[in-house]
């Protein structure tokens, strides 16, 4: 009942043009919720990998560094994050999934270190 209402609360929110409104809490998408059995074969079998969004700097365009952020690849193609994250916290294996990708980060960065310029985060 009370996600029904909330559904029914964003309707009703995407319809009104008060700015000064807040908008109400939404519901993840049940439909992405995915096992934790399927999870932690997918972390067993290092399905997930880092993908790097630059960091430009507003002064002088230039990539100063790079986000890391987290996506799931699976046969049937690429999985986002707003996809498997919520699963990974119900299931607590946020951890897991952090010391997995930096693994990978640090491996990656270890080998591009001499191509990168001075000065670039992570």
Same mark, same amino acid.
């Given at each position: 009942?009370?996600?029904?209402?909330?559904?029914?609360?964003?309707? $009703?929110?995407?319809? $009104? =043009?008060?700015?000064?409104?807040? &908008?109400?809490?939404?519901?993840?998408?049940? $439909? /992405? /919720?995915?096992?934790?059995?399927?999870?932690? @074969? &997918?972390?067993?079998? +290092?399905? #997930? /990998?880092?993908?790097? $969004?630059?960091?430009?700097? *507003?002064?002088?365009?230039?990539?100063?560094?790079?986000?890391?952020?987290? +996506?799931?690849?699976?046969?049937?193609?690429?999985?986002?994050?707003?996809?498997?994250?919520? *699963?990974?916290?119900?299931? +607590?294996? =946020? =951890?897991?999934?952090?010391?997995?990708?930096?693994?990978? =980060?640090? /491996?990656?960065?270890? @080998?591009?270190?001499?191509?990168?310029?001075?000065?670039?985060? #992570?």
């Amino acid at each position: 009942m009370k996600k029904k209402r909330i559904m029914s609360n964003k309707s $009703q929110h995407n319809d $009104q =043009t008060n700015k000064n409104e807040k &908008a109400p809490f939404l519901l993840a998408n049940p $439909q /992405y /919720y995915i096992s934790r059995a399927t999870l932690k @074969k &997918a972390l067993d079998n +290092r399905e #997930f /990998y880092p993908w790097f $969004q630059p960091i430009v700097c *507003s002064k002088n365009a230039k990539i100063v560094g790079c986000e890391v952020l987290a +996506r799931w690849e699976r046969p049937g193609g690429v999985i986002l994050p707003s996809e498997f994250i919520p *699963s990974t916290e119900k299931y +607590r294996l =946020t =951890t897991p999934l952090i010391i997995q990708l930096m693994h990978k =980060t640090g /491996y990656m960065v270890n @080998k591009m270190r001499n191509i990168l310029p001075e000065g670039f985060h #992570f």
